[in-house]
């Protein structure tokens, strides 16, 4: 197919339910000279290995078809294949799981079809694509795992428990350990215990010690005292 190709042409895997979605954009694709669709099917039980036999450059995958890393050669870390989504809904939930499966374009289903060139392009490039409605999605996403993560390295790396860590923090906010009790309705000994635990742990000598390093691993804010 399409021997007159250049040779750096983008080498396509069309995957899609929809006979005239498959139709279409075939034809809309093969009318560029760069890209080259080396297969228009639908999802077959033996998809894996056709892709692999074929080693496509983009996988050009419809919204019926499920992202599934035992179905789909999206993760193959060896292979230099990147994954297109189209025909996708506006869905958060969706967008993510695609993304974490590690999907390189997500395109609505209002995407034109000289958006889906654009974006095979674009991804054969070494970007990605998704709509600007979505990115608010990333950054919120990407928040969401930061905030995660000084608590996951805490418990973790360190070993401090959710009450060490909250200990922590409020140490840094320069409470004593009277005030700490006080707050948590706990005895003054067991907000002591909790402490000494914690220092231990940490492998500081006293109060102060502990919060630096609880600062320096990300467990606290930089700005508490």
Do not use: W
């Amino acid at each position: 197919m399409g021997a007159d190709r250049p040779r750096c042409a983008v080498d396509v895997f069309l995957v899609a339910e929809n006979r005239l979605l498959r139709d279409a954009l075939s034809k809309v694709l093969s009318r560029r000279s760069d890209i080259r669709v080396v297969a228009a099917t639908t999802p077959v039980p033996d998809l894996a290995e056709k892709i692999t036999g074929l080693k496509p450059h983009i996988l050009l995958v419809d919204s019926a078809v499920l992202i599934d890393s035992n179905a789909l050669p999206v993760r193959d870390g060896t292979c230099p294949l990147k994954t297109v989504m189209i025909g996708m809904e506006a869905d958060r939930e969706t967008f993510v799981q695609c993304v974490r499966a590690g999907i390189s374009g997500y395109l609505l289903k209002d995407a034109s079809a000289m958006e889906v060139v654009a974006a095979i392009r674009t991804v054969a490039s070494g970007g990605a694509v998704c709509p600007p409605s979505m990115c608010r999605v990333l950054f919120d996403y990407f928040a969401s795992r930061c905030s995660f993560a000084p608590t996951y390295y805490a418990k973790v790396q360190v070993g401090l428990t959710r009450r060490e860590q909250e200990l922590a923090l409020m140490i840094g906010e320069g409470l004593s350990n009277k005030e700490i009790a006080s707050k948590l309705n706990l005895s003054e000994q067991t907000v002591k215990n909790h402490i000494h635990h914690m220092l231990r742990k940490l492998g500081a000598d006293n109060r102060l010690a502990a919060v630096e390093l609880c600062r320096m691993h990300g467990f606290i804010a930089p700005g508490t005292a």
